[in-house]
């Protein structure tokens, strides 16, 4: 797996690198929870380990960022808080797991096995999204719309996906823009105008009601409320 990880003590991440890169997976290194917030939502990871306490922001804060951008991947949280408490605020931040310090490296290789099956579950039987009338089959790479079926590109598809997993949910044009084309948004470029303008002339022109609305000097939403 790729693995991201969040520790703002150098001699402790170094140490988590070199453990993870031996077992066999690839790691990207942070050294404080914006950038790790930042680096989970713009590169392609697997599973995120992240220690609680750091500067700039906590594990919790950057916790809360990456579930609130509509990402997925698991979350395991290192701290050296152990009560009851610190476990739940984390679990409430969006963490899948919690781990406290000290704790033997094989432990940590064990939870991170755990995770990686668990998120391997949930994709497999999360095949499709649904909002309404609108269906997603994820494997088929398929839209349909009240029985009709919508010929979609792959980036149509990717923006709907993008859309359907955050229904009734404003998002900026910045958050489309990096996670549907893993870019940073250009304020000079129209795209994602234009590829919302094409996705609704498929998904919204022929239907009722019209579910991909504007949010004026916000963004787009998914919803079938006015």
Known sequence: MRILVVEDEPKVAAFLKQGLEESGHEVV????????????????????????????????????????????????????LGTTDDKVNGLDAGADDY?????????????????????????????????????????????????????????EFALLEYLMRNAERVLS??????????????????VVEAYIKLLRKKVDREFEPKLIRTRVGLGYILTEHT
């Open 29 to 80: 290194a942070a050294y404080d929870g914006r950038t790790g917030a930042s680096l989970a939502l713009q590169q392609d990871i697997d599973l995120v380990v992240m220690d609680v306490v750091m500067p700039v922001m906590s594990g919790i804060e950057a916790c809360r960022a990456i579930r609130a951008a509509g990402a997925t991947m698991p979350i395991l949280l290192l701290t050296a």
């Open 99 to 155: 781990l406290v310090k000290p704790f033997e490296f094989r432990e940590l290789l064990a939870r991170i096995r755990s995770l990686s099956r668990r998120n391997s579950a949930t994709h497999e039987q999360a095949e499709q999204l649904s909002y309404g009338p609108l269906t997603l089959d994820l494997a088929r790479k398929e839209a349909v719309r009240n029985g009709q079926r919508i010929p979609l590109t792959a980036k």
């Open 173 to 190: 044009r910045s958050q489309i823009s990096e996670r549907v084309w893993d870019i940073d948004f250009d304020t000079g470029t129209n």
